[in-house]
Every structure is written in structure tokens, then in C-alpha cells.
């Protein structure tokens, strides 16, 4: 079975800096997909990030960016001029590729604080 | 909009009592899925359907039941076999075929025992 394994349970980071979240997982599949969700106090679920398995390049959107370094089954997610916005629980999640509607596996999540 | 729509937002159960709570979508989603989130453990899967009249058991069913009669709607049943179900429940749909998306969510139920 698949694991996913974020060993942060809270992070902080000052306005304006830069900070990186870690995430394993264990999987014997070649084909899947990571994800990066942010869950605000809202409680609303937001996807971050997401990046395939066979992309070797890594996937960034604006601020955000991963390290995805697949042979070692790390995908961790830095958030570049932090903003007090991003202030949410992060939950690092896993798909299987190769079949239909497969489930996502989440992490435990990360909680970050945004210091001003 | 499309969305999906989770109800009630807040629903206080008594002992013994099951409780069924909304999940809607108008996304044209065939997959569905529960999970329950508990403070320090993240997400785990109750049930999920990925066609209409089909449904699996995730990491957690004990105590719950679903159906899916229709392609729009998920509705997942807490009955008093459920020992523990104060907790945030969220309902989330994503597209069948092999593809790199996520879900989409709702935005969740807390579930209280009074």
C-alpha cells in the first residue's frame, strides 16, 4: 500500500521569506501523480501543485514550486516570498497513475504559520 | 458555477442515532469519494464510487455506509455502529480516466456527538 509521510507537523516562516515543506511517500508504482493541497482555516481544500511521476522537470506555479526527486521519493513543496495568505494547513497526496478514478493517499499534513 | 456541495455544514448527532450527510455535484464527475479528517491524521477514505451503482470500502467503512444512485450524489450514511464519528467530513469528485488531476472538494461537514 501506498504511505505518504510529512514529518513537519508545524512550520513558520516571516512575511516575505522563503520556506520548504517535506513530504515522502513509499510506493512500487512508476506511473503516479503528487499533489500539494492547502487547507486555510476555512477548511476549504485547495490545490496547490501537481506534478507526474515522469516529468523530470519540476512543476511551479507563481510562487510555488517543488522538488520532486523521485529516486529518493521526495516531493516537497517551497513557497517563495511568503505571504500572510499562506498561512493554511499543507497536505502532501499521492495517485496511482494507471487506473481510473484511483484514490488519493494524503500525509498528515504540515501546519504553517505566517509570522508578519 | 460548478461545484460541489457538501450539507449540512454543522450536524449534531445523539447516541444511537444515524445521520446521513449531502454530497452534490454538478461537474459531470464520475468519481466520488468520503473521507474523514481527524486533528494530526490527516485525510482517510471512508468509501468511494467510480461509476453510478458502484461503490468500494476505503481505509475506514466500519460504521458507515453509502450509495450512488444517481451520478450526481454521494450521500454517506454515520450509523451508531460508528463508536467515534465526531470529526470534519469532506466529500470530493475528480474525473475517471487516467489523468494528472486532483480532486475537487466541498467544503466539508463537521459532525458532532451530543
Known amino acids: 500500500a501506498q504511505t505518504v509521510t510529512q514529518s513537519q507537523p508545524e512550520m513558520s516562516v516571516q512575511e516575505a521569506e522563503t520556506v520548504t515543506l517535506s513530504c515522502t511517500y513509499d510506493?512500487?508504482?512508476?506511473?503516479?501523480?503528487l499533489f500539494w493541497y492547502k487547507q486555510p482555516p476555512s477548511r476549504q481544500m485547495i490545490l496547490v501543485i501537481r506534478q507526474e511521476a515522469y516529468k523530470q522537470q519540476n512543476a511551479t506555479e507563481n510562487r510555488f514550486s517543488v522538488n520532486f526527486q523521485k529516486a529518493a521519493k521526495s516531493f516537497s513543496l517551497k513557497i517563495s516570498d511568503s505571504q500572510l495568505g499562506d498561512a493554511a494547513m499543507y497536505f502532501c497526496a499521492y495517485r496511482r497513475g494507471e487506473t481510473s478514478g484511483s484514490r488519493l493517499t494524503f500525509g498528515e499534513g504540515t501546519q504553517l504559520t505566517v509570522n508578519p | 458555477d460548478g461545484g460541489i456541495t457538501q450539507s449540512p455544514k454543522y450536524l449534531f448527532r445523539k447516541e444511537g442515532q444515524n445521520v446521513t450527510l449531502s454530497c452534490e455535484q454538478n461537474?459531470?464527475?464520475?468519481?466520488m469519494y468520503w473521507y474523514r479528517q481527524d486533528p494530526g491524521q490527516g485525510l482517510r477514505l471512508i468509501y468511494y464510487?467510480?461509476?453510478?451503482?458502484?461503490?468500494q470500502k476505503g481505509d475506514i467503512a466500519e460504521g458507515y455506509s453509502v450509495s450512488r444512485e444517481k451520478k450526481e450524489s454521494f450521500p454517506l450514511t454515520v450509523t451508531s455502529a460508528q463508536k467515534n464519528p465526531t470529526a470534519f467530513y469532506l466529500c470530493?469528485?475528480?474525473?475517471?480516466?487516467?489523468?494528472?488531476?486532483?480532486?475537487?472538494f466541498g467544503s466539508g461537514t463537521r459532525l458532532t456527538v451530543v
Open positions: 461537474l459531470n464527475h464520475d468519481a
Open positions: 510506493t512500487s508504482e512508476s506511473d503516479y501523480y
Open positions: 470530493a469528485s475528480s474525473i475517471y480516466t487516467p489523468a494528472p488531476y486532483g480532486y475537487t
Open positions: 464510487s467510480q461509476i453510478v451503482n458502484d461503490f
